[in-house]
Antibody, heavy 123, light 108 residues
Framework: EVQLLESGGGLVQPGGSLRLSCAAS????????MSWVRQAPGKGLEWVSA????????YYADSVKGRFTISRDNSKNTLYLQMNSLRAEDTAVYYC????????????????WGQGTLVTVSS | DIQMTQSPSSLSASVGDRVTITCRAS??????LNWYQQKPGKAPKLLIY???SLQSGVPSRFSGSGSGTDFTLTISSLQPEDFATYYC??????????FGQGTRLEIK
């Protein structure tokens, strides 16, 4: 079965760090770019970051640039999001999503999403 | 950043109704526009990509149209399972793939 499963969310204090994981199964992971999208409680969707299938190209929203790092381990079929210097406004459900191709480029869309993992930044 | 504005923000309709949701971009995005459906507590589900292409497995009552700055999502005959929140998303700009604010479709 083709699926994505996020983990690693939880409660963290402002200024703290957290690493999210997204385990992929049922498809050739390295052949697809991947993305992280988040949703604050009761709010809309916000694109966070993306990475090419090879891992050689990464992209970030201005709101997380310099604080978050996206990476992937194609040998483990796993996508990561390292989140540092966390702020209250980073509180959200974080979804990983599969992009139908190896490149993150104009025209991308996400036909497959994980179930999400909740990150709460609070003291 | 490219801003995406959906209208209406909320909508009440009945089973069997024809419903149209609009999405306007702050600049031309060609046909790089996608539509998602989200139900409470669930991940978004892709309905339409590239403005008018129906994602595999999505019922044919869903359709999309538009190009440039103005786009529409149409549900030809509402079914009970269609009551949800709908988001448009532009993917013209890779450094800021913005979503609309959402349209909540409720049962009348």
């Amino acid at each position: 079965e083709v699926q994505l499963l996020e983990s690693g969310g939880g409660l963290v204090q402002p200024g703290g760090s957290l690493r999210l994981s997204c385990a992929a199964s049922g498809f050739t992971f390295s052949s697809y770019a991947m993305s992280w999208v988040r949703q604050a409680p009761g709010k809309g969707l916000e694109w966070v970051s993306a990475i090419s299938g090879s891992g050689g190209s990464t992209y970030y929203a201005d709101s997380v640039k310099g604080r978050f790092t996206i990476s992937r381990d194609n040998s483990k079929n796993t996508l990561y999001l390292q989140m540092n210097s966390l702020r209250a406004e980073d509180t959200a459900v974080y979804y990983c999503a599969k992009i139908p191709g190896p490149l993150y480029s104009s025209g991308w869309y996400a036909p497959l999403w994980g179930q999400g993992t909740l990150v709460t930044v609070s003291s | 950043d490219i801003q995406m504005t959906q209208s209406p923000s909320s909508l009440s309709a009945s089973v069997g109704d024809r419903v149209t949701i609009t999405c306007r971009a702050s600049q031309s995005i060609s046909s790089y526009l996608n539509w998602y459906q989200q139900k409470p507590g669930k991940a978004p589900k892709l309905l339409i990509y590239a403005a008018s292409s129906l994602q595999s497995g999505v019922p044919s009552r869903f359709s999309g149209s538009g190009s440039g700055t103005d786009f529409t999502l149409t549900i030809s005959s509402l079914q009970p399972e269609d009551f949800a929140t709908y988001y448009c998303q532009q993917s013209y700009s890779t450094l800021g793939a913005t979503f609309g604010q959402g349209t909540r479709l409720e049962i009348k």
